[in-house]
C-alpha cells in the first residue's frame, strides 16, 4: 500500500521559513517523481515543486522559484521542501504526491494526507 506522509506545517511570521518532510512507503521510491502540492481555501489545488528520485533532478512553479527548495533523501524514503521568505500568500494546506512520470496537480497517481502552512502577517 501507497502511503505518503506529509508533516512539518505549522504557523510562521511573514518571512519567517518552514521545512516541510514527506515520508513515502510501499512502493519503489528511486524511480518516482514526488512532487508537493497546496490547496488554499476556495482555490484550487496548485503545484509547488517536483523532483525525481532517480535523477534528482527539480522543477518549480512559479510562486516557489527563488523562494523553496526541495530535495530528496532516498536512503530514507524522504522529500523535503524547504520554505523561506513566506509570504501570507503561501497560507495553504500542502501535500505530497508521487507518480511515475508526472508532477501535474490532475493526476498524480497517489497522495498523502496534508499539512496545514499557516503564515502571519
Known amino acids: 500500500e501507497v502511503q505518503l506522509q506529509a508533516s512539518g506545517g505549522g504557523l510562521v511570521q511573514a518571512g519567517g521559513s518552514l521545512a516541510l518532510s514527506c515520508l513515502a512507503s510501499?512502493?519503489?521510491?528511486?524511480?518516482?517523481?514526488i512532487g508537493w502540492f497546496r490547496q488554499a481555501p476556495g482555490k484550487e489545488r496548485q503545484g509547488v515543486a517536483c523532483?525525481?528520485?532517480?535523477?534528482?533532478?527539480?522543477y518549480y512553479f512559479g510562486s516557489a522559484k527563488g523562494r523553496f527548495t526541495i530535495s530528496s533523501d532516498n536512503a530514507k524514503n524522504a522529500v523535503f521542501l524547504q520554505m523561506n521568505a513566506l509570504k501570507p500568500e503561501d497560507a495553504a494546506v500542502y501535500y505530497c504526491?508521487?507518480?511515475?512520470?508526472?508532477?501535474?496537480?490532475?493526476?498524480?497517481?497517489?497522495w498523502g494526507e496534508g499539512t496545514l502552512v499557516t503564515v502571519s502577517s
Open positions: 523532483i525525481s528520485t532517480s535523477e534528482h533532478s527539480a
Open positions: 510501499g512502493f519503489t521510491f528511486d524511480d518516482y517523481v
Open positions: 504526491a508521487a507518480d511515475r512520470s508526472n508532477c501535474d496537480a490532475q493526476v498524480m497517481n497517489h
